[in-house]
């Protein structure tokens, strides 16, 4: 909700999308945010900054949140002063990546980004010494390493609301390109041309969409519209880059929207082919099984707890999986195996777009196979799942199952139960499960010869759609 004083100023009428090289400036009684809602440390590095005689300013999301009466996650600072040079002003920086040099300084636990004024890359123009083009051949831009002035710096920043410069000396905010209009509007607005802003950087349609929902704003239309023909310009982007961002778009407590809208611009089917598939051919099961996972990742984080990519993207990729048991099946793999390699090849065919590190495919794996282990009760099996360090993850992943309408013979009320029971009790409900379920038993060897196939819902995995 944007605070009264801010509701009340008028904002410029100027509503070309060029960035103006003199910007429109607010000083304290135009805009909201007072000095006191900013963490102490990131107005320390502007005032040394300044006081050296760089330009510097608070810059991007810190502002645009602040604006907006969000608590901004993080400050970010931009300087006139060069990596080195701002190095040189505290004791406390670190100069961090090769390319895209930032710094970071170091207050405790917080860390204050500092970025050098940076200018867009001009088309055509060649580093000397440089056999490398700084863009490719779609208009990718390889190199984001020219340093520039304020103006420029406005320039090629993504979004006209992420593109506000608040100095906290005069407590003055400079808008370079209509963004406390679009602010005010609800709006999210690519600087300049949007079909080549795209183009430098598909990763601006994530970033579209992520604050899109984060902030609850409309996609404005010119910025909207190139982004369903422009998806497909993802699969070029960096497996690691798209993990992070992939990350970013789900971890921010508004996932069920941010996919909602992924689905709608066509890219959730450029970061999660197998998943968009499942979607075509079982729509109901799996858009309800990766809602709801959303839906609870959003409460958890709402809730202050902690949440694993490995179990998001379990959820994300289960739907994905019975087609391909059911191909390898064909090819005459037995159910488990099948359904193994199934695992195996869906994994590693998203790690080529999104790269998944080994952290959490390996915890997916475990999810999933526990899905195999939680209908086999017998014995002391439950007991032994039951100290599985994966068991509780399993067990969340089969609610969620049966959440999607996934039919497992009321196996999520029994494992809750289970967890509650006595000791006694738990013995009766094994002795219960052999007298009146053989599905609980272990597995009988099948006699040899015979042919028939366990369908993948019976192993654990959903059943496939029909037609599939
Ligand atoms: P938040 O941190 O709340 O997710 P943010 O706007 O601060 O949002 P960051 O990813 O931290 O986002 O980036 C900081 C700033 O850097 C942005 O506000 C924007 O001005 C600029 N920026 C980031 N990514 C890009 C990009 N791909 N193209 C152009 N500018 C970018
Ligand atoms: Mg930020």
């Known amino acids: 909700m944007l605070k009264k004083l801010f509701k009340s100023f008028r904002s410029p009428l100027r509503r070309g999308k060029h960035p103006h090289s003199t910007p429109e400036v607010l000083n304290s009684s135009q805009h909201p945010i007072n000095r006191g809602e900013i963490s102490r440390y990131a107005i320390s590095v502007v005032e040394r900054l300044q006081h050296a005689g760089y330009q510097a300013y608070l810059v991007g999301g810190c502002v645009r ?5 969000i608590d901004p996650k993080d400050f970010d600072v931009a300087t006139s002063a060069t990596p080195e040079q701002v190095r040189a002003e505290f004791r406390n920086a670190r100069v961090i990546g090769r390319r895209f ?50 103006e420029n ?21 400079l808008d370079y390109a209509n963004g406390v209009h679009d602010i005010r509007n609800h709006l999210i607005r ?30 404005e ?52 082919p197998a998943s968009a598939a499942a979607l075509k051919h079982n729509p109901d099961y799996t858009d309800c099984l990766i809602r709801n996972a959303l839906a609870n ?12 990519p490995a179990f998001l993207f ?23 195996p099948a359904m193994q390699e199934a695992a195996q090849q869906l994994i590693s065919e998203q790690c080529q777009l999104i790269a998944v590190p080994k952290r959490f ?22 007991d032994l799942l039951l100290e599985n360090p994966r068991f509780r993850a399993g067990y969340d992943f089969l609610l969620l199952r049966e959440s999607a309408g996934e039919e497992t013979g009321g196996l999520g009320d029994w494992w809750t139960d289970y967890q509650d029971a006595s000791d006694s009790e738990r013995r009766g409900m094994i002795r219960d499960l052999s007298s009146q379920d053989d599905s609980a038993a272990p597995r009988k060897r099948r006699r040899s010869g015979s042919k028939r196939k366990r369908a993948p819902g019976a192993s654990g995995a959903p059943k496939p759609a029909a037609g599939e």
């Open 65 to 69: 949140d602040l604006l907006l009466d």
């Open 101 to 150: 040099k930032l710094v970071h300084v170091h207050f405790g636990r917080e860390i204050i980004e500092v970025a050098t004024f940076r200018a867009n890359h001009p088309e055509g123009d060649e580093e000397e010494n440089s056999n490398l083009s700084s863009r490719n051949e779609s208009g990718r831009i390889l190199r984001d390493n020219v340093y520039g002035s304020l």
């Open 153 to 173: 710096d406005a320039q090629r920043r993504d979004f006209t609301i992420n593109a506000l410069y608040y100095d906290p000396a005069t407590e003055r905010i």
């Open 190 to 219: 690519l600087i300049g041309d949007p079909t080549q802003r795209y183009q430098e950087d598909p990763v601006r349609m994530l970033r579209a969409v992520r604050f899109a929902a984060k902030l609850d704003f409309d996609i």
């Open 221 to 272: 239309k010119h910025s909207a519209a190139p982004i369903y023909k422009l998806a497909p310009m993802l699969r070029d982007i960096p497996s690691a880059r798209l993990f992070d961002e992939v990350l970013k778009l789900f971890l921010a407590g508004y996932a069920v929207y941010t996919y909602e809208l992924l689905v709608d611009y066509g890219l959730f089917g450029q970061l999660f």
């Open 297 to 308: 990742t959003d409460l958890r984080i709402q809730q202050g707890k902690t949440v694993t």
């Open 314 to 336: 379990a959820a994300l990729l289960w739907p994905a999986l019975p087609a391909r048991v059911i191909k390898l099946q064909e090819r005459g793999l037995p159910a488990i």
């Open 361 to 382: 495919t390996l915890p997916i794996r475990e999810i999933w196979d526990m899905q195999e282990r939680l209908p086999r009760r017998s014995g002391k099996r439950s």
